[in-house]
């Protein structure tokens, strides 16, 4: 969200933290009040309910008016909408706290009001408020304004933007000097600029949570989790993916010692610049040269899509068929009419897919530059889930109107993506009659979701695990704790010497940004338990990455059963529903039967080699540690030499 300079008008809340300071607190932790009546409770939220509905459709509009004709007036409009929302939301979180929710005996309001009152930052000043927010807003601008010069010396023309120009370089190039050229200069040009502004930020964001009856802003961003053992319920998860981790690291780490020789250590950790993703995220970027098979068929169905003339909007069709053969809603007349389906020749527009829900109950759309290939196949799938999704929540309030936790709206696309990138499901559907089922078209297939998944793991966990370090323990140190976490976890090093003043966190944009990043880790773990469970009520034997559960109304009943709720109750008794009483936590266990026949052939491959994973030498650590240099020396060579004996153990066990 940005706001604009209108919020700095705000005078309402002038001393309304004094009096806050003076209410009872019947649970030590929550902020509330001292109303205790239940019928001006549900005034309220009723109230809330309508009001908020009407400012969620204006917001909604003028962002849509905005993306889909981007001009100055429909910039300014959208601004104005979100500061009049921003405003409603402060007003509405000071009603929330004045009464004691805590102890409102309907359960359905308790759980309203308590999501009104322990989010946002509404607790703190007018001044601190407008400051925070505006830094936020700063610290984007300066995050996508950034632009790099060309590795080519002879061109001048210094406009080279992240997405897509950095992006696809990182992704396609096979050039060591040139990747460290363009993983430097992005690292050096967005991290410097952030440090202060983000110190700062880390302050007031820690004062609101505080005032909120928080121990820490992290603390906060985990309060949407409910769950106390989330934590650890992470940590399981991660060290339960490790060991495949660390086996498509190390056939990986072979891969590119083939291809660049040795400057790759044999047992060592990876450099973060070579592996097909600026942040080492997702490594389909290099599926070119660590493919097992590159004889066998290549799943693509682009070309049949051609021969058979389907049209962008024959491809909505597809996907709305998906739904309708498993009993779940059609997509409504407005959608039909309202979207955009294709890119417009006559203005521009913002092109990234997205799936828009207007909170009336009738208006629902898909934003998408539609080519006709098998990505945006698969990317029209994708986003007509998310529609799904709201369709099935839409008779909640509105506060229910919304993910069963964080994490969930991408788990519930991704588990349907799962299902129809299936060589079996493009056969059902007319356009892959020439699918082969042999064993090395199926490693290949398997290799290249665990190149966007299970190299994407270590790194979704990490990013928060910093972020809530940094809110907890404060702001010294910040670039080596991240490398630390990077080398600990991802097994990866940095091409170059770092120091304190890089500030590499900010290199990720959901870092200055303050957009919580776990949700991404527990989106993939929970599309696999999603997945897997679809797959057991459509009764699919045989391999879980082969299931398709098209045309199963078991699936779709589940399914169903599972989104309609939407953020209506804890999130554990979802997934209770949702794996028919197997578990209510996150779970890899799913993920790891699905890449089971990979993780064998990996077994196989990695015979020879001398180290599953990497140890860390000296070398490797004294690009970002410099403790025998800083002020704060104690710490520093102790946890290094823990990291070092962890993975040394690791590799021994
Ligand atoms: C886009 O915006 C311009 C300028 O405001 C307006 O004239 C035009 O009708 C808009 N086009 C669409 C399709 O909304
Ligand atoms: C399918 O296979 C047939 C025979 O091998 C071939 O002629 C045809 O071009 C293939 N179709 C596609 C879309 O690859
Ligand atoms: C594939 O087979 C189906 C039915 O068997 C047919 O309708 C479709 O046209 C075929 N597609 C291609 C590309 O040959
Ligand atoms: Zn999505």
Same mark, same amino acid.
């Given at each position: 969200m940005i706001l604009l300079n209108k919020l700095k008008n705000f005078q309402i809340f002038g001393t309304f933290l004094i009096f806050l300071f003076a209410l009872e607190e019947s649970d030590e932790r929550y902020i509330e009040g001292l109303n205790v009546n239940l019928g001006e409770a549900l005034q309220f939220l009723r109230e809330y309910d309508r009001e908020a509905t009407a400012m969620c459709n204006r917001v909604t509009m003028a962002q849509?008016?905005?993306v889909t004709n981007i001009t100055d007036n429909y910039r300014r409009k959208m601004l104005d909408e979100q500061t009049l929302k921003a405003k409603f939301d402060r007003a509405s979180w000071r009603k929330a706290v004045s009464f004691a929710w805590s102890r409102i005996p309907d359960p359905l309001a308790r759980r309203q009001l308590k999501m009104l009152a322990t989010r946002g930052r509404n607790s703190l000043t007018d001044d601190k408020f407008n400051e925070i927010y505006h830094l936020i807003a700063e610290m984007k601008e300066l995050y996508t304004r950034t632009r790099l010069c060309p590795y080519k010396e002879n061109d001048h023309q210094c406009n080279l933007v992240l997405d897509p120009d950095i992006n696809k370089i990182m992704a396609q190039s096979k050039d060591y000097k040139e990747l460290s050229y363009y993983w430097r200069a992005w690292h050096e040009a967005v991290g410097p600029p952030l440090k202060n502004k983000y110190m700062r930020y880390v302050r007031l964001a820690n004062q609101a949570a505080r005032l909120n009856g928080f121990a820490d802003a992290g603390d906060q961003m985990r309060e949407d989790y409910e769950d106390d053992s989330f934590q650890q319920n992470i940590a399981e998860v991660i060290s339960a993916? @490790?060991? =495949?981790?660390?086996? =498509?690291? @190390? #056939?990986?780490?072979?891969?590119?010692?083939?291809? #660049?020789?040795?400057?790759?250590r044999k047992d060592g950790p990876l450099p973060a610049h070579i592996l097909g993703n600026m942040w080492?995220?997702?490594?389909?970027?290099?599926?070119?040269?660590?493919?097992?098979?590159p004889a066998a068929k290549k799943l693509d169905v682009t070309l049949d899509m051609m021969l058979q003339g389907i049209s962008p909007l024959r491809m909505f069709q597809i996907a709305e068929e998906f739904f309708t053969s498993m009993g779940m809603i059609p997509m409504p007349p407005e959608f039909w009419r309202m979207s955009m389906f294709e890119k417009p020749t006559n203005r521009e527009v913002k092109c990234t897919a997205s799936a828009w829900d207007f909170c009336n109950r009738i208006d629902f759309r898909i934003k998408q530059c539609t080519r006709v290939n098998m990505e945006d196949l698969f990317s029209t799938h994708h986003e007509m889930a998310h529609l799904q999704y709201y369709l099935q929540y839409r008779d909640q309030p509105l506060l229910f109107r919304n993910e069963a936790l964080p994490g969930f709206h991408e788990a519930v696309s991704d588990a349907i993506g799962l299902s129809i990138m299936t060589p079996q499901h493009l056969h059902r559907i007319g356009l892959y009659n020439n699918s082969t089922d042999d064993y090395e078209s199926n490693i290949n297939f398997l290799i290249m979701i665990a =190149? %966007?998944?299970? @190299?994407?793991m270590p790194f979704a966990y990490i990013v928060d695990q910093w972020r809530w370090r940094v809110f907890s323990d404060g702001d010294a140190d910040m670039t080596t704790r991240w490398w630390e976490l990077r080398l600990q976890y991802q097994g990866i090093v940095p091409p170059v010497t770092r120091s304190e003043s890089h500030f590499d966190p900010a290199s990720k944009y959901h870092v200055p940004a303050d957009i919580p990043y776990v949700k991404y880790f527990v989106g993939i773990v929970l599309q696999f338990q999603l997945f897997e469970s679809l797959c057991d009520v459509a009764g699919h034997v045989g391999a879980l990455h082969t299931c398709d559960f098209y045309r199963s109304r078991e699936a779709g009943r589940l399914l169903s059963d599972v989104l309609s709720v939407g953020s209506s109750r804890n999130w554990?008794?979802?997934?209770? %529903?949702m794996t028919r009483g197997r578990t209510d936590r996150l779970d890899a266990g799913a993920m790891l039967r699905y890449f089971e026949p990979l993780a064998q052939w990996l077994r196989r491959q990695n015979q020879m080699e001398p180290v599953i994973g990497w140890i860390t030498s000296q070398e490797d650590t004294a690009l970002f540690a410099h403790w025998y240099k800083s002020k704060s020396t104690c710490l520093k060579p102790t946890s290094i030499a823990l990291l070092l004996i962890l993975n040394a =153990?690791?590799?021994? @066990?």
């Open positions: 849509w008016q905005f993916v @490790t060991p =495949l981790y660390k086996h =498509l690291f @190390t #056939y990986t780490r072979h891969k590119l010692i083939d291809r #660049y020789g040795d400057v790759i080492a995220q997702n490594w389909q970027g290099i599926y070119d040269i660590v493919q097992p098979f =190149l %966007e998944k299970i @190299t994407y554990k008794d979802t997934i209770r %529903e =153990l690791y590799w021994i @066990t």
